[in-house]
């Protein structure tokens, strides 16, 4: 039974891809005196999983392997589950990751000096069972001066970065990715605070 946990153990560890925000250029001092910073993101044509699916072909897997367990009615839930994390429910949980640091408030859709834009550019689902694999997120991430946003400020790359500690249902993909987005929020945040002390 030791050799099984071991081997397990090993197994989940050997495929933890890590966990990195770096910043690319620019640094973030600019925001000193800021109280509010606005949250836009560009979704885009994210790849997914470790075999770099597109989203229509991850689409497609999971429709098939779905139908062919549980049946049409439990895809259609699910769908429609996954499109309102796409289209609101992700960045949510980035902007609730992004307020963790308490410097500067972070809020989609205000009038505010700079906007910070989040671009997924890679997402793996994870899974949920016996062990649990988290989500996972690759996003560029950018300021912009909100009235000319050719005035990039700074540019951050996530790479990989786990979802973890967050209270959302890590029961299905799109909540383990909710999971990674607020985790994203949360670094960022961290860097922010770093750079107004």
């Not at 690759?138 to 786990?162: F, Q, R």
Request: proline share 2%; aromatic share 12%.
């Amino acid at each position: 039974m030791k050799k099984i946990f071991l081997l397990l153990f090993v197994t989940v560890t050997t495929m933890s891809f890590g966990q990195n925000l770096t910043i690319i250029s620019g640094n973030l001092g600019f925001l000193k005196g800021q109280t509010e910073v606005n949250v836009e993101r560009n979704y885009g044509s994210p790849l997914f999983q470790a075999d770099n699916f597109s989203e229509t072909e991850y689409l497609e897997r999971r429709h098939k392997e779905t139908v062919a367990k549980k049946g049409e009615a439990v895809w259609k839930t699910w769908i429609d589950t996954w499109e309102q994390h796409v289209e609101t429910i992700w960045t949510e949980k980035f902007v609730e990751g992004l307020n963790k640091s308490k410097k500067i408030k972070f809020a989609q859709n205000i009038e505010a000096k700079y906007t910070l834009i989040i671009r997924p550019t890679w997402m793996y689902a994870g899974w949920s069972g016996f062990v649990t694999q988290p989500g996972k997120l690759s996003a560029e991430i950018t300021i912009v001066e909100t009235a000319n946003p050719s005035n990039v400020l700074v540019t951050m790359k996530g790479d990989k970065i786990e979802g973890v500690g967050s209270k959302v249902d890590y029961g299905m993909e799109y909540g383990r990715l909710s999971a990674a987005y607020e985790k994203t929020g949360k670094e960022i945040g961290k860097e922010i605070k770093k750079a107004l002390k």
